[in-house]
């Protein structure tokens, strides 16, 4: 594969891949390419898998959410083999797919893309809040508030230990909640009159 072509092939893939950029439908199942994505970077970094494995992988991140078939997992490791990014193997009754340096390079390129984004990367979710027929910014922002902090919460709950490099998650997430009222309750509000006050 040429740089153009996995510049093209980045590009691609890359429009599904920021929640915040091009999220699935409220209640679809994920996009197959998510899928295959996820199916690349998870073997990436586990050097090999197998169809059903990745299928128990996805149903335990999702807290069962999700449990993709046969007809979702096999199709989506079968593209990744069609674009070089990985190559199967028969071993024993079972198939295994292993990423190719093609992959790594699709990964490192995507990777790269998502930390260049920051801050100023385009948030487009207010776009599919009126394709998914929610008429209110407002409510559909403090929906998929809920759903980060749920989220969060759940996983807490799964790992109370969790870190952020050599940082507890639970403390970090905090202060992110901590400085974020703080903001938002800050310079815009409203000061409180004391009682017996003008």
């Not at 092939?9 to 699935?24: K, N, Q, V």
């Not at 193997?89 to 699709?106: E, H, K, L, N, Q």
């Not at 639970?170 to 903001?183: G, N, P, V």
């Amino acid at each position: 594969m040429t740089t153009g072509e996995l510049g093209r092939s980045s590009y691609i893939e890359f429009d599904t891949l920021f929640g915040i950029m091009a999220p699935p439908p409220p209640r679809g199942p994920l996009p197959a390419r998510v899928l295959r994505l996820y199916a690349l970077a998870t073997l990436d970094r586990e050097g090999s898998i197998y169809g059903y494995s990745l299928a128990q992988r996805i149903a335990a991140k999702t807290d069962g959410a999700w449990r993709p078939g046969p007809g979702a997992i096999y199709p989506a490791l079968r593209s990744l083999v069609e674009r070089k990014w990985a190559r199967s193997d028969v071993r024993g009754a079972r198939r295994i797919y292993s990423v190719t340096p093609a992959g790594r390079a699709m990964l490192r390129r995507i990777r790269a893309r998502m930390a260049d984004a920051g801050p100023g990367a385009p948030d487009l979710s207010l776009l599919w809040a009126e394709i998914a027929g929610s008429a209110d910014p407002g409510e559909h922002m403090l929906r998929h508030l809920r759903r980060h902090l749920d989220a969060l919460d759940a996983y807490l709950a799964r790992r109370p230990d969790a870190r952020v490099g050599s940082r507890s998650l639970r403390a970090e997430a905090i202060a992110e909640l901590t400085e974020s009222m703080r903001r938002l309750g800050g310079p815009r509000a409203r000061p409180r009159r004391r009682s017996g006050g003008p």
